[in-house]
Every structure is written in structure tokens, then in C-alpha cells.
């Protein structure tokens, strides 16, 4: 909003003229997604602990430390939404078509996300939303967001994936493009859901992760950057590198809050919007492969859950001593904050190992 409104007048005030650029704009679109979350906290906070009682229910096999957070409300991700709402537009192009369609995949996930934390407080179980309804209404969101960005995109990239490593190649899905692009959308959304399990362990590889895209959609839209990396040309998505800016800094003031030991869980309500957010980007700016990289401790957890299932179904054993894999970790005698900080660590490992496909041609 700032873009549309003061742009105009830099003629007349040469300081307006900041507003032409995309890092000041990101820049302050993280400030003011910090302070949003920051200030709001403790009136949300307030507010959820009035609605919820006894707080999130604690998986009734799970690890027994987990016991003294009964009670810490959740649906924390209401505030992460709200300070990347205000903040994306404030200070992003809001004529800018990526910006919209990202902030409906955002929004949509995570009403769904709220819908199933609701049901888990008032049934007072951990299951919520039936898995099959879930999977349903986020197919439905992702294939409306699909549609849209195969209408804007340019002609040779609307059906195609791109590879790492490899210069000026490109995979022609056709048909099955859509059926992908859900898989990526609806993947990334469930993994970090899956990951959110111990205080700040999903937030800061989100984080990361976003850091990483918000410089990707920046230089895959800059012609001579693109050009210069062998990158795939896509017009008019650097803009969403603003979003970004207020997803980091929504989850910077969240983290302030969910910091050990948490006051607020995130909830399905933030984890579901930023792994779709995270989808959609990855989508947009033609890197899915690389979010499988750089988001590799998502998928990580997620693989854990697969092969623990089926494991269990085919030979009757577990091959975790519990799963998603950070609470196998726990039952190995792992402190929480171990967990977490050396699951940072990996995450950041791998946000460089993608970063370095940029490169890598």
C-alpha cells in the first residue's frame, strides 16, 4: 500500500522514492511484522487462555516431560497471520497478482489449520478435523491457487518443473502439473505441522526457509540476476520477497512468545499457513525441488511418521522409539533444548546446501 500510494509522489519528496525498492520494502515489511506480533501478543495470548480452559490436549502417548505444558493455549499462528496480513499490506505492491494468491493460500490454510485446533479444544482430543476432510478443503485451496498462477505465469513455464544443478532444463509435466503442485502445497503444509511439535523447534527452520525463498523469488524476477545465475525468468514474483519479510518477522515476535517454555503453541492454525505459504512460493518461483532441500528437516520429519507406519503395519515394529523424529530423540534422553538447538542447526545446513544450487549450474 505504501508502493501504490507514496511512489507516486517521489517527484516532489526524493525520500519516497525508497519505496521503488524491493529490500527496503522487505526490510520494513519485517520490522513492522515483529512489532505487530510482538505488541499483539499478550492481548491474543490473554484471549485464547479465556477460550481454551485447560489448553491444547497432550498426546496421551507422548513423552511424559511434555505432561507440565497441559494447559499452554494454542492457536498461536492467529497471531503470526494477523502481523504478516497488515504487514504485506503495507509495504507490498497490492496491484502485484503472486502477492494475492500467496496471501489466499496463506489465509486458507491456516483458517483450516483454526477450524481443526477448535475441534481438538472442544472435543478435547488431538485428532480434530477428520484427516480425509482436511486433506479434501487443502487439495481445494491448492488447486484454485494453482489455477491462478498457471494463468499469470509465462507460457513456457505454466505446466513445467525445473531442475537443480542443471542450466536452462526444464520437465514438461502437463496434465500432472496440478496433481504436483498440490503435493508440494499440501506436503510442505502438513510437514512443518508435523514438525511443531516442542516449543520453537518449527518457527526458526521456518524462518529459514522463508529467508531462503524470500531471496529466491528476488532473483529469479531481476532479469540480470536470473540471467546471470541461469536462473528460470519469472516477471513480477520478487514482490512476494515483501511477504516474506513479514512472515520472518511474524515469527520472530511469535517466537518471542513461544520460546521456551512456550506461553503459546503455534497450533495447526500457523504451522498449515506457513508450509503453504513456503508451497506456493516454491511453486511460483519455480524451486520445488529446492524446498525440498532447503525445508529438508520438514521432510525429514515427515519421512519418520511414513516409515514408522509402515513399518509397524507390515512387520508389527517400530523403527523409532517414537515418531515425528523429534520425540524419538526425547525417549533417547535428549533435553528439549538439545533437540531444538541441533535441529536448527540442520536446518540451516540444508537451507545452504539449497542456496547453493542457485550457484551450481
Known amino acids: 500500500?505504501?508502493?501504490?500510494?507514496?511512489?507516486?509522489?517521489?517527484?516532489?519528496?526524493?525520500?519516497?522514492?525508497?519505496?521503488?525498492?524491493?529490500?527496503?520494502?522487505?526490510?520494513?515489511?519485517?520490522?513492522?511484522?515483529?512489532?505487530?506480533?510482538i505488541l499483539s501478543g499478550p492481548g491474543i495470548i490473554r484471549w485464547l487462555k479465556s477460550k481454551q480452559g485447560s489448553g491444547q490436549p497432550i498426546r496421551d502417548d507422548g513423552p511424559e516431560s511434555h505432561l507440565v505444558k497441559q494447559g499452554t493455549p494454542t492457536m498461536g499462528g492467529l497471531m503470526i497471520l494477523l502481523a504478516v496480513i497488515i504487514s504485506t499490506l503495507l509495504w507490498a505492491d497490492v496491484t502485484n497478482p503472486y502477492v494475492w494468491i500467496t496471501l489466499?493460500?496463506?489465509?486458507?490454510?491456516?483458517?483450516?489449520?483454526?477450524?481443526d485446533d477448535y475441534l481438538k479444544l472442544t472435543k478435547r482430543n488431538t485428532k480434530g478435523l477428520s484427516g480425509k476432510l482436511k486433506l479434501l478443503l487443502l487439495t481445494l485451496i491448492s488447486v484454485v491457487a494453482l489455477l491462478l498462477t498457471q494463468h499469470i505465469m509465462p507460457d513456457d513455464l505454466k505446466t513445467t518443473l525445473a531442475v537443480p544443478f542443471a542450466k536452462d532444463f526444464l520437465v514438461d509435466l502437463g496434465i500432472f502439473f496440478i496433481p504436483f503442485g498440490i503435493?508440494?502445497?499440501v506436503g510442505s503444509g502438513n510437514a512443518v505441522n508435523l514438525t511443531d511439535g516442542l516449543d520453537g523447534l518449527a518457527i526458526v527452520p521456518?524462518?529459514?526457509?522463508?529467508?531462503?525463498?524470500?531471496?529466491?523469488?528476488?532473483?529469479?524476477?531481476?532479469?540480470?540476476?536470473?540471467?546471470?545465475?541461469?536462473?528460470?525468468?519469472?516477471?513480477?514474483?520478487?514482490?512476494?520477497?515483501?511477504?516474506?519479510?513479514?512472515?520472518?518477522?511474524?515469527?520472530?515476535?511469535?517466537?518471542?512468545?513461544?520460546?521456551?517454555?512456550?506461553?503459546?503453541?503455534?497450533?495447526?492454525?500457523?504451522?498449515?499457513?506457513?508450509?503453504?505459504?513456503?508451497?506456493?512460493?516454491?511453486?511460483?518461483?519455480?524451486?520445488?525441488?529446492v524446498l525440498a532441500i532447503v525445508g529438508g528437516l520438514f521432510?525429514?520429519?515427515?519421512?519418520?511418521?511414513?516409515?514408522?507406519?509402515?513399518?509397524?503395519?507390515?512387520?508389527?515394529?517400530?523403527?523409532?522409539?517414537?515418531?515425528?523424529?523429534?520425540?524419538?530423540?526425547?525417549?533417547?534422553?535428549?533435553?528439549?533444548?538439545?533437540?531444538?538447538?541441533r535441529f536448527w542447526i540442520i536446518a540451516m545446513v540444508l537451507a545452504m546446501i539449497g542456496l547453493s544450487t542457485l550457484k551450481i549450474r
Open 206 to 289: 521456518v524462518m529459514i526457509a522463508v529467508a531462503c525463498f524470500g531471496l529466491i523469488t528476488y532473483l529469479v524476477s531481476n532479469a540480470v540476476f536470473s540471467g546471470y545465475l541461469q536462473l528460470h525468468y519469472v516477471p513480477d514474483c520478487g514482490e512476494l520477497a515483501v511477504l516474506c519479510g513479514a512472515l520472518i518477522g511474524a515469527g520472530m515476535g511469535f517466537l518471542w512468545y513461544n520460546a521456551p517454555p512456550a506461553m503459546v503453541f503455534m497450533g495447526d492454525t500457523g504451522s498449515l499457513s506457513m508450509g503453504g505459504a513456503l508451497g506456493i512460493m516454491s511453486v511460483i518461483s519455480k524451486h520445488e525441488i
Open 104 to 115: 489466499l493460500v496463506t489465509i486458507g490454510f491456516g483458517v483450516i489449520g483454526f477450524v
Open 299 to 341: 521432510v525429514l520429519e515427515t519421512v519418520s511418521v511414513i516409515v514408522q507406519v509402515a513399518s509397524f503395519k507390515l512387520r508389527g515394529k517400530r523403527i523409532f522409539r517414537m515418531a515425528p523424529l523429534h520425540h524419538h530423540f526425547e525417549q533417547k534422553g535428549w533435553p528439549e533444548s538439545t533437540v531444538v538447538i
Open 1 to 37: 500500500m505504501f508502493f501504490n500510494l507514496l511512489t507516486r509522489f517521489s517527484d516532489e519528496f526524493i525520500l519516497f522514492n525508497l519505496f521503488h525498492y524491493l529490500t527496503f520494502r522487505t526490510g520494513g515489511a519485517i520490522f513492522t511484522g515483529l512489532l505487530i506480533a
Open 183 to 185: 503435493l508440494v502445497m
